[in-house]
């Protein structure tokens, strides 16, 4: 598939091809183990185990690093899975990683409960300041880690810039670009070494697949996380490749909505005399606007706001909705709506990346505009 294609014709036939026996237009959910050998180590297509490899998982991985532009992608069981995976096979004992001070808190307990006992440290820094970055930068440093746009604060970091820094100081640049989508930013075309994405959010996009990618920007370091998937196992199954790329064909027409509803959302919020703070990089006054205009197609689905009336507030307002429905993750048509505080983000508390008690954190679906609107200004009251 050539690279001069677009985006949208990319998302729909890269990896995608007729199936060889039947001239399916879809690629088959190959739910199988094992493969017979025409002799001993006769394999057909390099199929033995698939753990190893799967031909439906193979058609993701190729869409993968065609639609992020890189050389390799990889589709694990959860993005967890894929950031475990990404992080034992580029760190050593007595490594070092910055890492934003807004970040997941799956990330973050990763780091900080998981990475750490292993030998591997970790300094916080605010990411959107490449000063920042650059200070919290040490000759062990082997990995820098942004989130962009972030979870939950939507803060905006220069991936440019921070890659900069990131090769001056010898290290690698991981952008986990689960917010924005490969159809609103292409990190590894700014500088990024490797992306890092949840499936289970915009690229699945219907709530109903649990999934983890890693799309790298050098063949050698995508032979090497290729090794460690194998040797790990946590890879993701063929039906759960088969719905992500079912997803992702339908990825450009849906964050285009997602961006449209988003907005709307955010200036009504910016109007409302309960809320204090909208957090939305698509705001003119948000503080990272103008860097993400340069280096996003669109603002995404994402936004978080803060309300008079502290964290009981909050919690409120998330128990008044009607058509967002309450819950965690994000991403998918419908509408959601939780209190990062308690539910995704309760990991980091009384840490460094701590999240205010009064926010509420929207995933902006692809519902009527006017519907999702009534129902905030009735959940606010």
Request: net charge negative.
């Amino acid at each position: 598939m050539s690279d001069q294609q677009s985006f949208e014709t990319l998302a729909i036939h890269a990896g995608n091809t007729a199936d060889p026996l039947t001239g399916a237009v879809v690629p088959p959910i190959y739910q199988v183990s094992t493969y017979k050998q025409d002799g001993v180590g006769g394999l057909r297509g390099g199929y033995e185990y698939s753990r190893s490899a799967n031909p439906t998982r193979t058609a993701l991985e190729e869409n993968l690093a065609a639609i992020e532009g890189g050389r390799r992608g990889l589709a694990f069981a959860s993005g967890l899975a894929a950031e475990d995976c990404l992080l034992r096979t580029v760190l050593h004992p007595g490594a070092h990683v910055v890492i934003p001070n807004d970040a997941y808190g799956g990330t973050f307990r990763l780091f900080a409960k998981v990475v750490k006992r292993w030998g591997v440290d970790y300094s916080v820094a605010d990411t959107s300041d490449p000063a920042a970055v650059r200070a919290a930068v040490n000759d062990r440093t082997k990995v820098i880690w942004v989130e962009t746009p972030s979870n939950p604060l939507l803060g905006i970091t220069d991936i440019a810039a921070v890659a900069d820094v990131a090769r001056t100081a010898g290290a690698r640049l991981v952008v986990d670009n689960t917010f924005a989508s490969p159809y609103l930013q292409q990190p590894i075309a700014l500088g990024a070494d490797v992306v890092v994405h949840s499936l289970t959010k915009y690229m699945g996009g219907h709530s109903d697949v649990v999934g983890g990618a890693l799309i790298a920007a050098d063949a050698e370091l995508g032979e090497e996380l290729a090794y460690h998937q194998n040797a790990m196992g946590a890879v993701a199954g063929p039906f759960d490749s088969w719905l992500v790329l079912r997803g992702i064909k339908t990825l450009p027409v849906r964050m285009d909505r997602h961006s449209e509803n988003a907005t709307k959302v955010a200036e009504l919020l910016t109007r409302h005399p309960k809320v204090t703070q909208v957090l939305y990089p698509g705001l003119p006054e948000h503080p990272g606007h103008e860097i993400a205009a340069k280096q996003m197609k669109a603002f995404g689905g994402m936004v978080s706001f803060r309300v008079q009336g502290g964290e009981e507030a909050a919690v409120e307002v998330c128990n008044r909705t009607k058509l967002f429905t309450l819950g965690e993750s994000l991403g998918g048509v419908e509408s959601l709506v939780e209190h990062p505080g308690r539910m995704t983000h309760a990991s980091v508390a009384g840490s460094a990346l701590e999240v205010p008690a009064d926010l509420v954190r929207l995933s902006v679906g692809i519902e009527s505009a006017d519907d999702l609107l009534a129902d905030l200004t009735q959940a606010l009251g």
